[in-house]
């Protein structure tokens, strides 16, 4: 790849190391024409087959979108999407398989979202499940009530902020 200073097509790697989670290897390079150091992060590709057949290469920034569109209102930052579209993404990785399909991705998103707010949960499940009746939305209501995540369970006396943080 081309320095990125220069524009060099060729640069030497200095160092190489596995990253904790030995899902990458982090390269240091040396440009040999202007001599400035840069990293080079190397993981395997992951693609998402969509409904349609078409792969698409995995990405954040597309599940940031989908669980944004499902927080509109909530008391949900950037912040949060970003470590949810950062977990989607771990899950999906430790499976260990170059391909997934787009039902895994969402499937992956369920569980920290729901962790995160529980209507923008139902939201999300509605339409990637496919809710059609009202009942539907009472059996994952009812399977919310049953099993409350952590943050589902305020200190006595306390609400949880109904505005955006
Ligand atoms: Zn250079």
Do not use: W
Not at 24 to 44: D, G
Not at 66 to 86: F, H, N, T, Y
């Amino acid at each position: 790849m081309y320095c990125p200073y220069c524009r060099n097509e060729d640069s030497r790697v200095v160092d190489s190391r596995l990253v904790e989670d030995g899902t990458a290897i982090r390269r240091r390079r040396l440009c040999p024409a202007c001599h400035r150091r840069f990293t080079t992060v190397e993981t395997t590709s992951l693609s998402v087959i969509k409904r349609s057949g078409v792969a698409e290469p995995f990405s954040r920034t597309k599940v940031m979108s989908g669980v944004g569109k499902a927080c509109q209102g909530r008391p949900v930052s950037e912040d949060d999407l970003s470590k949810i579209a950062q977990e989607v993404e771990e899950t999906i990785r430790a499976k260990g398989v170059a391909e997934v399909d787009a039902n895994e991705v969402g499937l992956a998103i369920l569980a920290p979202l729901r962790r995160l707010d529980q209507v923008a949960f139902l939201r999300f499940a509605s339409v990637y499940q496919g809710f059609e009746s009202l009942e539907d939305f009472e059996a994952a209501i009812a399977d919310l009530r049953a099993q409350p995540g952590p943050k589902d369970l305020p200190p006595e006396g306390e609400q949880r902020p109904l505005t955006a943080r």
